[in-house]
């Protein structure tokens, strides 16, 4: 089974901090992506990356970026967090040659 | 942009019945895959119809694909207590490939015992 894991389930953080979430994938997937997830308003795409070092812009990077240093490990930086990004965030991988994701558990991110 | 969007909002039925969610997308599409989410926990993938596929089984999931009308509904049936989670529709974009899945906002249903 794909597992793809992120590095805490619930995080708290304040305003201006600098925040790094992590997400880890075991099943050697070419494509990572982040998304956020928000009441009424489904999943958003971040940033998504399809090689090491490559990344692609999603529907809403702004006041993100991320790192993917290697084919594993893919993370989301929020350089100074605001209230705005209190969020539910979803880290996804996929294989080139199929066309489903995979999840992990998701961080719920409190900025105070 | 949001390109899936999913009806009812919230559905809530008596363990047996059957659930239909129904999905309506705006632009051509690869395919359309829909998602599980039990409450507070990642997305599972259900189930993948084709562009070129009209309808899809598995188990106790059924769902059809309308390109003519942008629209998809999942049917579970005889559903179970476990199936309470939210149910979101994913369309890949024609243009987009197969890294810009846009997710609907979603279908809580609720089965009751």
Known sequence: DVKVTQSSRYLVKRTGEKVFLECVQDMDH???????????LGLRLIYF?????????????????VSREKKERFSLI??????????????????DSQETQYFGPGTRLLVL | S?????DPQALSIQEGENATMNCSYKTSINN??????NSGRGLVHLILIRSNEREKHSGRLRVTLDTSKKSSSLLI???RAADTA???CATAPFS????????GAGTRLAVHP
């Open chain 2, 77 to 79: 049936t005889a559903s």
């Open chain 1, 78 to 95: 929020l350089e100074s967090a605001s209230t705005n990004q209190t969020s539910m965030y979803l880290c996804a991988s996929r294989r």
């Open chain 2, 2 to 6: 949001q390109q899936g969007e999913e």
């Open chain 1, 30 to 40: 070419e494509n990572m992506f982040w998304y956020r997830q928000d009441p009424g």
């Open chain 2, 32 to 37: 359309l895959q829909w998602y599980r989410q």
């Open chain 1, 49 to 65: 990356s399809y090689d090491v070092k490559m990344k692609e812009k999603g529907d809403i990077p702004e006041g993100y970026s």
């Open chain 2, 86 to 88: 939210s149910y979101f």
């Open chain 2, 96 to 103: 987009g490939g197969y890294n810009k899945l846009i997710f």
